[in-house]
């Protein structure tokens, strides 16, 4: 690994790229039940002895070191907590619109970046989430904070965060199954053949996607090339025959919606 990254550095100089060594970060990443690993070791780079960290954050993202996203999860509810709080100072002087947007791209801006990776995350990780996006829909619609959240979700169109996270995975597995995703990504996912062609269901299954077999239970099932094609393989023929993206969007946001909220 220190031969790879002088490696690197030495491309960097080469092409007249400046790093800053002095901020680099070196993460280990296991499995919480693994408990005979080797130790993490420091690492030398450039000189420096880089030791190993607990969390590092990338691309506003804080990964830890058994990729529970435990850490990020917290980080996100702190900020999106203290916004809420002032918007909540000054709600009284604003239209319901006003603060709808205001909420949007403030708070629920926040609980979608980079949602996609916490697809398959524990319920109680994703109940943080949930929280944070009731408190924010009492706040624009000026509710006290025991009332029933689910009609006001309904009333701002809003979908749970659990939605929100295969809403954003979903949009990606679109866009690999019609060629307009990194290749790095669709590389990840394959359309499933038919079994048998001449059948009716053959043309209703064609845009299905291969299931792979998890390696891990814990890992293996977040992964996207499984946990995408099972939920692009759930979703009706009319949702996931659409082509256009702006449309599929669309009609998969109200799809999640009805779901969402169809016993309720």
Same mark, same amino acid.
């Given at each position: 690994?220190?031969?790879?990254?002088?490696?690197?550095?030495?491309?960097?100089?080469?092409?007249?790229?400046?790093?800053?060594?002095?901020?680099?970060?070196?993460?280990?990443?296991?499995?919480?039940?693994?408990?005979?690993?080797?130790?993490?070791?420091?690492?030398?780079?450039?000189?420096?002895?880089?030791?190993?960290?607990?969390?590092?954050?990338?691309?506003?993202?804080?990964?830890?070191?058994?990729?529970?996203?435990?850490?990020?999860?917290?980080?996100?509810?702190?900020?999106?907590?203290?916004?809420?709080?002032?918007?909540?100072?000054?709600?009284?002087?604003?239209?319901?619109?006003?603060?709808?947007?205001?909420?949007?791209?403030?708070?629920?801006?926040?609980?979608?970046?980079?949602? &996609?990776?916490?697809? &398959?995350?524990?319920?109680?990780?994703?109940?943080?989430?949930?929280?944070?996006?009731?408190?924010?829909?009492?706040?624009?619609?000026?509710?006290?904070?025991?009332?029933?959240?689910?009609?006001?979700?309904?009333?701002?169109?809003?979908?749970?965060?659990?939605?929100?996270?295969?809403?954003?995975?979903?949009?990606?597995?679109?866009?690999?199954?019609? &060629?307009?995703?990194?290749?790095?990504?669709?590389?990840?996912?394959?359309?499933?053949?038919?079994?048998?062609?001449?059948?009716?269901?053959?043309?209703?299954?064609?845009?299905?996607?291969?299931?792979?077999?998890?390696?891990?239970?814990?890992? &293996?099932?977040?992964?996207?090339?499984?946990?995408?094609?099972?939920?692009?393989?759930?979703?009706?023929?009319?949702?996931?025959?659409?082509?256009?993206?702006?449309?599929?969007?669309?009609?998969?946001?109200?799809?999640?919606?009805?779901?969402?909220?169809?016993?309720?």
């Amino acid at each position: 690994m220190s031969n790879c990254v002088s490696a690197l550095l030495d491309w960097f100089f080469r092409n007249r790229v400046k790093t800053n060594v002095p901020k680099t970060e070196l993460l280990y990443t296991s499995s919480s039940t693994r408990r005979n690993g080797p130790e993490p070791t420091p690492m030398t780079v450039a000189g420096a002895t880089v030791p190993p960290s607990a969390a590092v954050k990338t691309l506003g993202v804080t990964l830890d070191e058994h990729l529970s996203m435990e850490q990020h999860v917290n980080n996100v509810c702190k900020a999106a907590y203290y916004h809420l709080h002032l918007i909540s100072k000054i709600r009284r002087y604003l239209t319901f619109a006003a603060a709808k947007s205001l909420v949007i791209s403030t708070i629920l801006s926040r609980l979608d970046f980079a949602n &996609g990776i916490l697809i &398959g995350l524990p319920l109680t990780q994703i109940q943080k989430l949930q929280r944070v996006q009731n408190a924010a829909a009492r706040v624009v619609a000026r509710c006290d904070r025991r009332a029933s959240v689910t009609p006001i979700l309904r009333r701002l169109h809003w979908l749970p965060v659990q939605r929100r996270i295969e809403f954003k995975v979903l949009t990606f597995a679109h866009k690999c199954v019609h &060629g307009t995703a990194p290749a790095y990504l669709s590389s990840l996912v394959s359309l499933r053949a038919p079994l048998r062609t001449g059948l009716r269901s053959s043309s209703t299954s064609s845009l299905d996607l291969s299931v792979p077999a998890a390696l891990t239970a814990r890992y &293996g099932e977040r992964a996207f090339s499984r946990i995408a094609p099972k939920l692009w393989n759930a979703l009706p023929w009319s949702v996931k025959s659409t082509v256009e993206a702006k449309n599929f969007r669309a009609r998969l946001k109200n799809h999640l919606f009805r779901t969402s909220f169809l016993s309720t």
